[in-house]
T-cell receptor, first 114, second 116 residues
């Protein structure tokens, strides 16, 4: 139990579908992150939210749309994805107050785009 | 700019033998360094971290790492491997203290196999 919960754990979607990934953290943290993990590539930072405000968008295509309604919840809305978007999407959170750099990760949502 | 290089993509050891996973970093500042572990179908879990205190850092599950500035290395070791150590390990450098986002730069990972 990591304190960061991601749903669904597995998702298969067609290129014309619209779906969403959800992340919830129970740690009282105030910063949340989306990462993409593809085979044989380093983890790619996608988005950063601090106190619900987006502070970083790492040149992510607009077919990925994040939403952070409060400090505990983070969504990634998916629309007209491509097969190369198939990957493990990891959510993470951090307490900016302690600022040691440590991130707490969820178990990920495995996305397959057909 | 910061970067991290994990020198081995795969390491295989026998149970009970030592583990060495190698990591070199590049940083313009005094870095923070981390090792994370990812077991199959799981998220990443912090093993240990170096943040400019003692150069020998002890982590969970018997792992430790030594920060060597002269060699720009932060290798991960364990005296005796256990079957449950089989996982992927990520070396990470952070620009801690340099800005609001404190970006973590991840290595490409080392997959550790432990043979019975």
């Amino acid at each position: 139990e990591t304190g960061v919960t991601q749903t669904p754990r597995h998702l298969v979607m067609g290129m014309t579908n619209k779906k969403s990934l959800k992340c919830e953290q129970h740690l009282g943290h105030n910063a949340m992150y989306w990462y993409k993990q593809s085979a044989k590539k380093p983890l790619e930072l996608m988005f950063v939210y601090n106190f619900k405000e987006q502070t970083e968008n790492n040149s992510v295509p607009s077919r990925f749309s994040p939403e952070c309604p409060n400090s505990s919840h983070l969504f990634l809305h998916l629309h007209t994805l491509q097969p190369e978007d198939s990957a493990l999407y990891l959510c993470a959170s951090k307490d900016r107050g302690t600022d040691t750099g440590e991130l707490f990760f969820g178990e990920g949502s495995r996305l397959t785009v057909l | 700019a910061q970067s991290v290089t994990q020198l081995d993509s795969h390491v295989s050891v026998s149970e009970g033998t030592p583990v060495l996973l190698r990591c070199n970093y590049s940083s313009s500042y005094s870095p923070s360094l981390f090792w994370y572990v990812q077991h199959p179908n799981k998220g990443l879990q912090l093993l240990l971290k170096y943040t400019s205190a003692a150069t020998l850092v002890k982590g969970i599950n018997g792992f430790e790492a030594e920060f060597k500035k002269s060699e720009t290395s932060f290798h991960l070791t364990k005296p005796s491997a256990h079957m449950s150590d089989a996982a992927e390990y990520f070396c990470v450098v952070s620009d801690y203290g340099r800005g609001a986002t404190n970006k973590l730069i991840f290595g490409t990972g080392t997959l550790l196999a432990v043979q019975p």
